[in-house]
């Protein structure tokens, strides 16, 4: 995602402890925040800092989305910027609770079958819609399979494939009716796999698998875009949105579990500047706020900081369908020639870790080992390497001078500051001097999705959590690619990983295959993120998972 945990194996529970020392030695937090374990209570009549005189009745959180949302159709809107809302506006058959596992949501229950390939769910009773109508399991047979669905075209669809019949229906080699989903009665749900998956029910949690009112979809194709015509099943329904502005959610009265909501409203504003947020945020006009580089070391013994783990990667694309990246030598001479470890320890900051692989710590193989550890280093930063890796790839493609060359970032500081300074880093040691560009997220993205950009910025935050999640995006024409990059070789250890049951083997197959990517180079990773933020004291309940989206179910003001 733009920008699963496995539940079932053993491997699970290790990957939060190693997560929690990774943020422990990097960090920690200052215990200001809940893990949503308990409900705190407060008084309704006590103010926050003043995010608004209007909050002074109502528990009204205020926070800063930082852009507009993509999307909020749940299986278009795959990226952080949509989906943090939309975890909160709407929930699946299962939840991630504070212990980051899966928990019943819109199913009170679900079964197994013994080979570990056919899932029933079973709904709750009371599951409504903010309409007041019930939700079904017809409207999650529909809702799923219009991510399979060819003319939704979307960029997640390759998370249904180990649903009998979605990648075949996703292709336009089978039908909608052939991919195994289906609502028995209004109630339960049959999903069969084509082969067991211990991350399914994690798997069920993430956004693009929401159910969708399917009267309300097939009656507006926008139903999605405006307040007055969302349909939403969550813990809060979107009660304003001024575009490109801000939103407000507030508490749904039909959600099941509202005993438990808190919170009386949220407002999300979409402020792309750092620094505006953090000036609103000492203000008191927000309740959390990033933390600007060139405060990071200031604000690091603040008691307002907190340190999450965030498992997800920084990283740049090639285009390889633009010169002069259609070369090898050329992407591995960019990459060789960016100092990681001076981007993260003078730029970034915050602890983070510099990438010399693509797939982030906190995964651990079937003997315990952490992923990123036992493949190694498999990028380094040799200036000397650089330069002769570029002229090889120049002389290969018959290049006197160079083609030109644009970066591309999305509007941010951050981005800017590291973009100026991998600018600088390639002038100097490869002699190339570089164009830099920024535009708006929605226009990157979608410059990006249609290979328009020559070398641009992008994220990664996992889905799930197990590495293939990261691996499986670059098979050769998959949406979430963008590269124009492919590898028979990659592609059929894809498939060979996804069909694996025994273990160790599975991790030798992904060990192959990021190997195959980081020396094909069409991607440049830079660092592993984390989640450095302040949030203001009073705020508790915030559940932020390592793996998923924001969690504002059990989030609570005084």
């Given at each position: 995602?733009e ?31 809940t ?17 608004g ?11 800063n989305?930082?852009d507009?949302?993509?999307s ?34 819109m ?10 390939r ?5 709904l709750?009773e ?18 799923w ?36 989903v ?10 069969k796999?084509?082969?067991p998956?211990?991350?399914f ?24 875009k ?8 969550g ?13 407000i ?14 919170l ?7 402020i ?16 959390t ?8 070391d ?55 870790e510099?990438a010399?692989?693509f797939v ?49 970032y ?5 981005h ?60 050769g ?14 592609d059929?250890?894809l498939?060979?990983i ?11 197959l ?36 390592p ?12």
């Amino acid at each position: 995602m733009e920008g699963e945990i496995e539940l079932k194996r053993k491997s699970s529970w290790w990957l939060l402890v190693v997560l929690c020392i990774i943020f422990v030695v990097s960090g920690c937090t200052t215990g200001k925040t809940t893990d949503g374990t308990s409900d705190p209570k407060g008084s309704a009549n006590e103010s926050p800092t003043d995010p608004g005189k209007e909050a002074a009745q109502r528990k009204v959180l205020i926070l800063n989305n930082g852009d507009e949302p993509t999307s909020f159709d749940p299986p278009i809107a795959f990226d952080e910027v949509s989906y943090n809302i939309l975890n909160n506006l709407m929930e699946g058959l299962t939840r991630l609770g504070a212990d980051h596992t899966p928990h019943p949501a819109m199913a009170k229950d679900w079964k197994l079958s013994e080979d570990g390939r056919v899932y029933t769910f079973y709904l709750r009773e009371d599951a409504k819609w903010s309409n007041g109508e019930p939700v079904t399991a017809h409207d999650f047979e529909y809702a799923w399979k219009r991510i399979a669905d060819p003319e939704v075209a979307s960029t997640a669809a390759f998370l249904t494939y180990n649903i009998e019949g979605a990648e075949a229906f996703n292709n336009g080699e089978g039908t909608r009716d052939e991919m195994q989903v289906k609502a028995l009665d209004a109630t339960t749900l049959e999903v069969k796999l084509r082969q067991p998956q211990g991350y399914f029910l994690h798997i069920a949690s993430m956004p693009v698998f929401f159910p969708v009112h399917q009267a309300t979809a097939e009656a507006n194709a926008d139903w999605h875009k405006n307040a007055v015509t969302f349909v939403s099943n969550g813990p809060f329904k979107l009660k304003e949105w001024v575009h490109e502005e801000k939103m407000i959610a507030e508490k749904n009265e039909h959600y099941w579990d509202v005993a438990n909501v808190k919170l009386d409203e949220v407002v999300w504003h979409m402020i792309s500047d750092g620094d505006t947020e953090y000036q609103m945020y000492q203000a008191g006009q927000l309740h959390t706020s990033g933390v600007p580089g060139d405060l990071a070391d200031q604000l690091a013994t603040s008691a307002e900081l907190v340190i999450a783990p965030q498992s997800g990667t920084y990283f740049y694309r090639f285009n390889l369908t633009m010169e002069p990246f259609q070369n090898q030598k050329i992407r591995q001479a960019f990459s060789m020639a960016i100092d990681r470890e001076q981007i993260t320890k003078f730029i970034v900051k915050g602890g983070v870790e510099p990438a010399y692989g693509f797939v982030s710590t906190g995964f651990l193989d079937s003997e315990g080992q952490d992923f990123r550890q036992t493949n190694g280093a498999l990028i380094k930063f040799d200036p000397a390497e650089a330069k002769r890796l570029l002229e090889e790839g120049m002389k290969e493609e018959g290049y006197t001078t160079l083609p030109p060359v644009t970066l591309t970032y999305n509007t941010s500081d951050a981005h800017k500051q590291i973009a100026e300074a991998m600018q600088q880093m390639i002038k100097e040691h490869l002699g190339i001097e570089m164009k830099l560009e920024n535009t708006e997220w929605k226009v990157h993205l979608a410059a990006q999705k249609a290979l328009e950009l020559q070398f641009n910025r992008s994220s990664f935050l996992a889905d799930y959590a197990d590495p293939i999640n990261y691996l499986e995006g670059y098979r050769g024409g998959d949406s979430m690619n963008r590269t124009g990059w492919s590898n028979a070789t990659y592609d059929q250890l894809l498939n060979e990983i996804l069909a694996a049951t025994d273990e160790k083997q599975r991790f030798e197959l992904m060990y192959q295959a990021e190997k195959i990517l980081m020396e094909e180079s069409p991607i440049l990773p830079l660092y592993f993120y984390n989640r450095n933020l302040l949030q203001k004291p009073e705020v508790t309940g915030i559940v932020r998972h390592p793996v998923g989206y924001l969690e504002l179910k059990w989030a609570d003001l005084p």
